[in-house]
């Protein structure tokens, strides 16, 4: 079942308790302090890695939410804005100080992160209890706009469940029936995996093989091994980063890329083409984003992008890209007063703007309500093929937020 949207009244209740947690009454009876807090620099803290296997996916979502953010005047509702950036390094057991430094030491206005689910459910139980605006700019872990969904809590990017749902049926139309799974076996590895599951065996797929490899490894010898001899029909997995160029170039070298198909969920191909070179050619992923969308703002922003850093962007850069204008329709709604954040919440709640992986809007459990693309890559380029699912939302399973 689908989770509708739930509008207005019962939202607004929920958030008026969230304000009336953070003192909120207080603050406003004291003109002379918040006149000044109006044009101190907004703070925005940043946990994303920096080091490690998810390293570039870090530095591209740094990098484009700071493009966005430097496109209009370095400012957000009209204040300066104060980047303070903590490196995740990818590590669970780092969360919760890393999270506690942020906001309770740095006092951050917003926080932005983290890519890693691991991180992510650490991170979040803090944000839900501290009531401090977050944006998650990757982390997938579907929990976070499920059960533990709250009203100061956005992702500008998708649930694990969500770039995988749509390959089931890809696969099945194609005549293939009989999958092996690979991934990495942590959270969104494994909620991964549920969603390809989701979308395939109940139209009549069989998974004849499931292998998790421990996160964040690179050794897939053995686990080429189990696919080559249950010789399924196709191979779906989930790797990202470092990893993905890894097993990739792992994948063509033991001669598997010929004889059994390899898919996945796009973050496989995303950022990586020219370091997985020939090896990428051809294979077919599902995700939220593809290189060629033709649309005037995937346009624009791949060419300031590129002009400003040298590099293509990817979807890790279109998400930071988003995650800046999400800040900003908070933030001008509200004329830069962070004291006013049930209008600030309010305001990003009902955000509705055109992204350059498509329409972008968010669902009552503020997650992403979008288009999934199927993509091929071709001479290192993500290229469209079709859309897969048009406009899908995450089933949000225990959400509760009002
Ligand atoms: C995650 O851990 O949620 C994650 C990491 C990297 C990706 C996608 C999801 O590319």
Known sequence: MRYEKKRS?????????????LGLAAAASFPAPFVRAQSAPVKVGILLPYSGTYAKLGDAITNAMMLNIAENGDTLGGRPVEYIKLDSEAAPPKATENTNKLILSDKVDFLVGPVHSGVA?????IAREEGVITIVPNA????????????NVFRTSFTNWQPSFPMGKVLLDKGLKNVALCY?????????????????VPNGGTIVKEIGVPFPEVEFQAALTEIAAANPDAVYVFFAGGGAVKFVKDYAAAGLKDSIPLYGSGFLTEGVTQAQGAAAEG??????????????????????YKEKFGAEADVYAVQGYDTGTLMRIGMDAVGGDMEAKNDLIAAMDQADFASPRGPFKLSAAHNPVQNFYLREVKNGVN???SVAYEGLADPAKGCTMG
Not at 9 to 21: C, E, Q
Not at 140 to 151: E, S, Y
Request: glycine content about 14%.
């Open 383 to 385: 290229e469209v093929i």
């Open 283 to 304: 294979i077919q992923t599902t995700l939220h984003y593809a290189d060629t969308l033709d649309n005037p703002e995937n346009k624009a922003f791949r060419a300031a």
């Open 140 to 151: 997938g872990a579907d929990q976070i706009t499920g059960p533990l969904c709250a009203p």
């Open 121 to 125: 459910m650490g991170m979040a139980k």
């Open 184 to 200: 990495w076996n942590y959270g969104a590895g494994k909620q991964s995996a549920q969603g390809f599951i989701d979308g395939f």
């Open 9 to 21: 009244a019962s939202r607004r209740t929920v958030i008026k308790g969230l304000g009336a947690g």
